[in-house]
Nanobody, 125 residues
Framework: VQLQASGGGLVQTGGSLRLSCVASERTSRSYTVGWFRQAPGKERDFVAAMRFAGGYTYFAESVKGRFTISRDSAKNAVYLQMNSLRPEDTAVYYC???????????????????WGQGTQVTVSS
């Protein structure tokens, strides 16, 4: 499956953005979609994920209470709603998807088979 991420941009501290990740085809309930981000000079880190089976969501501690993840199955899309943005949220955000991602690996990049191209989020202070 191919993924297309979009929705990044420049926003002031405290602002909001909604990122979209659209898949090229319908994915089964076995799939998990994750969001990762990479700031300049840093490693790519886990941000959030949704397991389609059951709709369970998972978040990095740094974004809990500020970010939410949702899905529109009719559009083959997963969204990352980012509120109360901070300068430290500045990064390139990537979406990823994979079938049968086990819970213990949900924060691991290697668990995801497909990746989108990334979208830049910049939060000004």
């Amino acid at each position: 499956v191919q993924l297309q991420a979009s929705g990044g941009g420049l926003v002031q501290t405290g602002g909001s953005l909604r990122l979209s990740c659209v898949a090229s085809e319908r994915t089964s309930r076995s799939y998990t979609v994750g969001w990762f981000r990479q700031a300049p000079g840093k490693e790519r880190d886990f941000v959030a994920a949704m397991r389609f089976a059951g709709g369970y969501t998972y978040f990095a501690e740094s974004v809990k209470g500020r970010f939410t993840i949702s899905r529109d199955s009719a559009k083959n899309a997963v969204y990352l709603q980012m509120n109360s943005l901070r300068p430290e949220d500045t990064a390139v955000y990537y979406c990823a998807a994979g079938p049968s991602v086990i819970l213990s690996n949900i924060r691991s990049q290697s668990a995801y088979a497909s990746w989108g191209q990334g979208t830049q989020v910049t939060v000004s202070s």
